[in-house]
């Protein structure tokens, strides 16, 4: 496949239209970085070529069921991490031990993670007992380079 588009290349805070040529378009985004990795360990100059994703989607992959118990173990269990925190960054400032702080800061902020797990899984009223993470899926993945370099590809790449 042999098709000639001109893309914005971005170098140094400047914007130059260069012209660029496709020279292979992959379902998987592996093989494209495997043919990227071809020519990268053949000493091309891959600072000149692109992965292009094409017929991009939003997917909501569900990773789990969500129940009121769970979430005030999850707002518990952040709420520890963040009194961890705070122990750390005062604990540093404060002159002498600070035992009261290394134990009361965590279990503190741990009861108001849970209060605040129960509260937030409570206003959804079911709505939304679902856990999930959104990300972008392509249909196609276009490998391009500079115009002035796609016969030095091909030719590493026959």
Known sequence: MNTSTTYPITTTGTTEFVPRETLATFTDYR???????RLSDAGFP??????TGTGLRAVE?????LTRGGAVLRGALSGLWFGLFLTLIFGLFLPGPAFGLLFGAPLFAALWGRIFGFVGHGTTRGQRDFSSVSGFEAEQFE??????YADRARAILA
């Open 46 to 51: 891959v600072a000149t070529a692109r992965i």
């Open 31 to 37: 093989s494209a970085q495997s043919m990227v990795d």
């Open 61 to 65: 992959y569900v990773t789990g069921r």
């Open 143 to 148: 490998v391009t380079v500079a115009a002035a």
